[in-house]
């Protein structure tokens, strides 16, 4: 104001006084600021305005007023003809495919998991309602197809190559050379003699069980017994009983009565 005290040789003063104001009357402040143009970001700007009375210093009267600004990325911008702005478009798109590409996809898959699950219940069901005289591998229309000659792929014949004869007189000299000379064929047994052979055989055999079966009997009539080895008798110790052997003459246990009735 002009009737304002504030100091000299400052630009864009922040305090001053204003002196002899009559009571009971108004004063009205108005405060100006340039709100700034080139941030980067958005923001707040606050401005206080603090009045003091002599009469009474420490009572202040405090007001604020705030006010917003934009940034330099959320500034309108004033219209211009230059066409269309591909590269917005395109920085626009690619951000809301990196937003919504997680939610698409997994609309895709579960589009095609349900697609899916519809023709297996559908052909299921089509299965379940087929009798099974109805079930059939090939269609009505290609019945008569059995009934068609088969073409046989012709086999190509392998040509056969020619062999070298050989001369007998030159293979029988190679084979006596590899593996010698023929032994000469032996003359057969006769017979007769293989079975005279076969007798006497028989009767010596029958002579030897013969003599060994009396040497036995007679070791057992004369009371010889077979002795343990000595490594048995180390061992454990045998308690040796003589048992006695029948003797060879066929007397009765009892004696005879001679008495007659």
């Not at 014949?157 to 064929?185: I, L, N």
């Amino acid at each position: 104001p002009d009737i304002a005290v504030y100091e000299e040789g400052v630009e864009y003063p922040r305090s001053f006084e204003i002196n002899d104001i009559p009571l009971n009357s108004n004063f009205t402040i108005r405060a100006w600021v340039q709100l700034p143009q080139d941030q980067s970001t958005n923001g707040t700007v606050y401005v206080n305005t603090t009045i003091r009375s002599r009469l009474s210093p420490e009572l202040p009267f405090v007001h604020t007023s705030t006010g917003d600004y934009l940034g330099v990325s959320w500034q309108p911008q004033p219209n211009s003809d230059d066409g269309i702005d591909w590269g917005g478009m395109a920085d626009t798109v690619a951000l809301y495919v990196k937003a919504w590409w997680g939610v698409v996809a997994s609309i895709l898959v579960a589009g095609v998991i349900i697609y899916k699950a519809v023709i297996d219940r559908e052909r299921r069901l089509e299965q379940e309602g087929t009798l099974p005289y109805q079930q059939t591998e090939n269609s009505a229309d290609d019945w008569m197809s059995q009934y068609k000659e088969k073409e046989v792929a012709e086999i190509p014949t392998a040509t056969v190559q020619p062999t070298q004869s050989v001369p007998k007189e030159a293979y029988e000299a190679m084979f006596r050379h590899q593996h010698g000379a023929p032994e000469p064929s032996r003359t057969p047994v006769d017979t007769n003699l293989v079975s005279a052979a076969t007798v006497v055989l028989d009767a010596r055999t029958q002579e030897a069980k013969k003599s060994q079966a009396d040497s036995l009997l007679e070791s057992i009539e004369s009371g010889d017994r077979h002795q343990p080895l000595e490594a048995n008798r180390e061992i454990l110790p045998v308690k040796e009983e003589n048992v006695p052997l029948p003797s060879s003459n066929n007397e009765p246990n009892e004696p005879m009565d001679d008495l007659e009735f």
